[in-house]
């Protein structure tokens, strides 16, 4: 019941068949646009046209303007019919009941079914196309003929008046030929787009597949350097431990050395001062020939004892820096291990550790070069080499390394 109610309302009121191409009068009323058009035709010469359903009047013929949403309606109504109606274009003289067209005439304006077909004119200014809704955009809007030609100059629709009139003189083509050249460019057109959306499609693929994979690199990168900073710390711990050691060991052997050597100062300052005293009382006797019979006194102040002594002084309180910064430069290496941990390895200079050099073997100061050497008295730890080795600090906890080495002729 419905459908029938709506079926009515789709009605134009002059050919009583569902809108073809509707369009709105100023006065709100719907017509198909040929219906009105002939109707508006009729009243030419009259002194104003009139609506047919209202009979609202205007002196000037009114503008149509097409009813894009009545024009939506009929399509979602028709797209709900029969296979026999699915055009939507019924036959315009079959006004008692709709009667699906067969044909549309574009010099009448007119859709034909299979009867009135067989009776309409054959002559050449008729012509027969499928069934279409925009009949009247298939004239010309200033001759009323029918749009045979296409200018290819001003890229429009003409008629033949139009082709000897203000496109004279232009590049014209038959209207089938340019609509036939017109659908080559838009397959031509098509098929690239068609590549080009295939080609995007695998890009939104692709981006969607890294966006997929993205939490698991990132998860990976995470877990690896959680793991890498707490390798860090643990070696920090670790070099914080050999460090302090280290000091600390070298703060009791200059605490030994240096109270040994106060022992030795004391044992000799007590000789002096024996020796003082004996002095004093040499000074302090009157007989010359007991002083002249003393050993002569003058080694009793020899400068090269008291050198020596001051020079052990001096060295007795040093620590060995240079040890300390040997263990301290594993801190490089630590942090050189950073780029490691994450990234792919780059090559590397060897660096040597002076804490493990043997005593005849002299380290450079960017700590890259051994060579033998006079020996150097370094402090005897257990890192330490007797013979002519040093190794290097770098450390790997797996995999294959290696490095190119120069070595002179004379070692």
Not at 380 to 404: A, L, N
Request: glycine residues 4%.
């Amino acid at each position: 019941m419905a459908s029938a109610d709506l079926r009515q309302e789709l009605d134009c009121s002059i050919c009583l068949s569902i809108y073809t191409d509707p369009v709105t009068l100023t006065c709100g009323h719907n017509f198909c646009r040929v219906c009105i058009d002939r109707v508006l035709d009729t009243q030419e010469g009259c002194g104003a046209y009139t609506c047919p359903e209202c009979r609202a009047e205007c002196q000037e013929r009114p503008v149509l303007i097409r009813n894009i949403t009545l024009c939506n309606i009929v399509g979602s109504f028709l797209s709900t019919r029969p296979d026999q109606e699915e055009t939507g274009i019924f036959c315009t003289h079959c006004i008692h009941s709709p009667v699906p067209a067969a044909k549309s005439c574009l010099h009448c304006e007119a859709h034909l079914c299979d009867n009135h077909l067989r009776v309409h004119s054959k002559s050449a200014e008729h012509i027969l196309c499928d069934p279409t809704t925009a009949l009247g955009n298939r004239k010309c809007s200033v001759h009323k003929k029918i749009l045979e030609y296409y200018c290819t100059e001003d890229a429009a629709c003409i008629c033949v008046y139009c082709s000897a009139g203000e496109h004279r003189g232009h590049q014209v083509e038959i209207l089938d030929e340019a609509f036939e050249k017109k659908k080559e460019k838009l397959r031509t057109v098509l098929q690239k787009l068609t590549i080009k959306s295939a080609e995007t499609e695998k890009r939104v693929q692709s981006l969607q597949e890294c966006r997929r994979e993205d939490p698991l690199q990132a998860a990976g990168i995470t877990e690896r350097v959680t793991v890498l900073f707490r390798d860090i710390r643990r070696q920090l711990d670790d070099l914080e431990k050999r460090v302090l050691s280290e000091i600390s060991r070298q703060e009791q052997r200059v605490s030994s050395s240096v109270s040994a050597l106060i022992q030795q100062l004391e044992i000799k300052k007590d000789e002096l001062s024996g020796k003082m005293c004996h002095i004093e009382e040499l000074c302090n006797m009157t007989d010359p020939v007991t002083v002249l019979q003393e050993p002569d006194t003058g080694d009793l102040c020899g400068t090269e004892d008291t050198e020596r002594h001051d020079t052990q002084v001096r060295g007795a309180g040093d620590l060995d820096v240079s040890l300390i910064s040997g263990k301290l430069h594993i801190l490089s290496d630590i942090i050189a291990g950073i780029n490691r941990g994450i990234y792919v390895p780059e090559p590397t200079d060897l660096l040597l550790d002076v804490a493990t050099a043997a005593n005849n073997i002299q380290i450079s100061g960017d700590r890259k070069t051994a060579s033998r050497s006079p020996y150097q008295n370094r402090p005897v730890t257990p890192e330490r080499f007797e013979c002519d080795q040093v190794i290097s600090t770098r450390r790997f906890s797996s995999g294959r390394h290696c490095w190119e080495v120069d070595v002179s002729k004379s070692w």
